[in-house]
């Protein structure tokens, strides 16, 4: 079996790899998304609830979470299927973390902008979609490709748990033939590919829609 | 029937009275400037006058309706009073064109194209077409707030407020500036401008509002209120005001 | 008495012995990883542009793909080639390169929000670029970079679980393996949790000091991470 051989057998469970990252991606972008439109409410309950979620998620490492729900939930009677287990954690952690860069993009939208769109009669909903969003998605680029960096370089954990991932192909490989350095090496490599190709899919979406004057950082 | 009446509008921030029973009026096709030093509360009367700031209290009658009341639609207001910034406000993420057609589409819900055709319109009328295609970030200061005049004006409103439209532009651009609001001033917009430069005051306004420590003290055209009035403070502005040119 | 309390006094020694194997593993990658990433960001400012090149994949490769990759490579790939590493081993060498890249590119990303005149006077007063390095950019960079660094402490720490992956008995594999003896996993895996959040709050808190401490007026610290 050549090198060639085992990057094919591999790439086959890149597919699932790259399924789980952008299920990940997409429930955290939710999260993410929620929480910092909640969190600009006045009501501090809210705001302290909020607060407290970011806190927790963003202290217990993802794979604890994924124990925790994976293994521990059952004994609780709730059972959550492996893709859909992985998926949630992504996404709560993710969103944690996404929440505030969101938050942070949102406060460097100008205030005066926003005060223009209330004095021409928009609603907040308006502000929200036609003002705020479109500056903030730019302005977060920047902090949303470090994290759905992350999202990609957790999703081995997937194998724990029994989703056939590349991790998870890799490791049977590895047990059938002994041949671990070439194996995780070409784990490796296919990880580096896919992150590159994020990267430069990011990049391009950038330059698309890049705005003079607005910029991530 | 005066457009705006306004009537012992009081305004508290954190206790300290800012407007201290303000009354005037504006009538249809009528404009007029604001003057008074900085903390006099011109700014303020503008943006409760839209309520962008709610007035503690007072009446607030316009269009024949009193808009303080509580159960009043703000958004509908709003869309009624096309209001121009110290420092543009443009859209960062939208070109000129953009800006312009954004109001027109998603509050006037006007179809794209007839909306780009207003703004193409009312671009021409300020000088600015060819630049109707640039963000924000490539325009100078006059081109920024010639923008945000066509962009408050597109909108049809009852009436247009300035707030210090010249105050954040240097003299040459501040001239662009005059020069276009003095053109709207012909046209017979109504209009309410606040404003501490007397070159644009005189320019666009049939009488001048003088405000001190959130009370209006005099009104008047600006030849009068400027050299013969008889209140020292008005004199002793107009000079101060003057010496900073 | 609650059983499952029971269990964890029972297990404590082992509990402790687990906390102190994943907080020595967090200290020495701590400060490896700050180590490594003062040179590899040494390098990515080099002259020869090969060398710098080479360090950029570098770190760009190791930001790139998953740690526990690197761990496997070196704890499965290695043996039959006859080279065995033991866990902790493989562990303190995966973790240094992973954190060092980080914190590469946290330094060059201070790096690159300095006042560049600064290096030109100090190249115009003579200073050679190692001397620039060490007395003008190092400081203001590693200023710059509190947030992030104390970030990556505590992403740090929440790694350091990975290890029990290749069998490094840190406090989550102890953890575990209570969990299935007891049969409690909910209750087992939300305790790990909580002990993770407690941690998380002493280097927030102790963080928050540092950056107080170090900040210096006129440079500002960049955003959190």
Redesign the interface.
């Known amino acids: 079996m050549t090198f060639g051989n085992i990057l094919i057998i591999l790439a086959k469970g890149a597919g699932y790899t790259i399924l789980v990252t952008l299920a990940g991606i997409g429930a955290g972008l939710a999260v993410g998304l929620l929480i910092a439109v909640l969190q600009t409410t006045k009501v501090k309950a809210v705001q302290l609830l909020l607060a407290a979620y970011t806190f927790v998620f963003r202290s217990i490492p993802l794979l604890v979470l994924l124990f925790i729900v994976f293994f521990g939930l059952p004994g609780m009677g709730i059972r959550i299927p492996p893709f859909l287990s992985m998926v949630l954690c992504l996404g709560l952690v993710s969103g944690a973390y996404l929440a505030e860069i969101f938050r942070g993009a949102m406060a460097a939208v100008s205030r005066d902008e926003i005060t223009a769109a209330e004095a021409m009669g928009m609603k907040r909903v308006q502000i929200f979609f036609y003002i705020i969003w479109p500056q903030m998605f730019r302005m977060a680029v920047p902090g949303m490709v470090n994290e759905f960096t992350s999202v990609l370089k957790y999703t081995p954990f997937a194998y724990t748990v029994g989703i056939p991932e590349i991790m998870k192909e890799a490791m049977s490989l590895a047990a059938l033939t002994l041949r671990g350095l070439e194996i995780y090496l070409a784990v490796g490599i296919i990880y580096y590919l896919i992150y590159k190709a994020f990267v430069l899919l990011f990049e391009t979406l950038e330059k698309r829609f890049r705005i003079p004057g607005l910029a991530g950082e | 029937m005066a457009l705006i009446d306004v009537q012992d509008l009081i305004k508290r921030f954190d206790g300290k009275e800012v407007l201290k029973g303000v009354t005037m009026s504006l009538s249809e096709g009528q404009s007029k400037v604001v003057m008074g030093a900085s903390g006099c509360g011109k700014s303020t009367l503008l943006k409760c006058l839209n309520l962008l700031v709610s007035p503690t209290s007072g009446r607030i009658i316009f269009k024949g309706e009193d808009i303080t009341r509580p159960d009043m639609d703000i958004h509908r207001l709003r869309q009624d009073i096309g209001f121009v910034f110290q420092h543009f406000a443009l859209y960062t993420h939208l070109t000129v064109e953009e800006n312009i057609t954004l109001g027109l589409r998603k509050i006037k819900k006007m179809k794209t194209a007839a909306a780009r055709e207003k703004a193409a319109f009312e671009l021409e009328r300020v000088g600015m077409i060819e630049h109707r295609n640039k963000y924000p970030a490539h325009l100078s200061g006059g081109q920024k707030q010639r923008a945000a005049i066509v962009r408050a004006l597109a909108m049809d409103p009852a009436v247009l407020f300035l707030d210090e439209p010249t105050s954040a532009l240097d003299p040459q651009m501040s001239r662009e500036v005059v020069t276009v609001i003095n053109k709207l001033y012909l046209d017979n917009i109504t209009m309410l401008c606040v404003t501490h430069d007397p070159f644009l005051a005189k320019y666009i306004s049939d009488s001048i509002v003088f405000m001190h420590e959130g009370v209006v003290v005099a009104e008047d055209v600006a030849e009068r209120l400027f050299y013969e009035h008889e209140d020292p403070r008005v004199r002793q502005f107009y000079l101060s005001v003057i010496d900073h040119r | 008495m609650d059983a499952f309390v029971q269990d964890l006094i029972h297990y404590s020694p082992q509990i402790l012995a687990g906390l102190k194997n994943t907080l020595l593993l967090m200290a020495i990658m701590s400060v490896t990883g700050i180590a490594g990433g003062i040179g590899l960001f040494y390098l990515s400012l080099a002259q020869n542009r090969f060398l710098r090149r080479g360090t950029e994949r570098f770190i760009s490769?190791f930001?790139?793909?998953?740690?526990?990759?690197?761990l496997?490579?070196m704890y499965?790939?290695?043996?039959?080639?006859g080279i065995r590493l033991s866990a902790f081993a493989v562990a303190v060498i995966g973790f240094t390169i992973n954190v060092s890249a980080y914190n590469a590119r946290y330094l060059m990303?201070a790096y690159n929000g300095l006042d560049k005149t600064q290096i030109e006077a100090a190249r115009a007063q003579g200073f050679r670029f190692f001397q620039i390095f060490r007395l003008i950019i190092l400081p203001q960079a590693l200023r710059l970079s509190v947030p992030s660094l104390t970030n990556q402490v505590?992403q740090n720490l929440?790694?350091t679980?990975?290890a029990?992956?290749i069998q490094y008995p840190d406090f989550?594999a102890q953890m575990?393996e209570i969990?299935s003896t007891n049969?409690?996993?909910?209750?087992?895996?939300?305790a790990?949790?909580l002990v993770?959040?407690a941690l998380?709050?002493v280097i927030v808190a102790a963080a928050r000091r540092l950056e107080r401490k170090v900040a210096l007026p006129g440079l500002e610290t960049l955003?959190?991470?």
Do not use: C, E, M, N
């Open positions: 490769f930001i790139g793909t998953p740690l526990l990759v690197h496997f490579l499965y790939g290695l043996p039959p080639l990303t505590i929440k790694d679980s990975v029990f992956l989550f575990q969990a049969f409690q996993f909910f209750k087992t895996y939300v790990a949790g993770y959040l998380v709050s955003g959190r991470a």
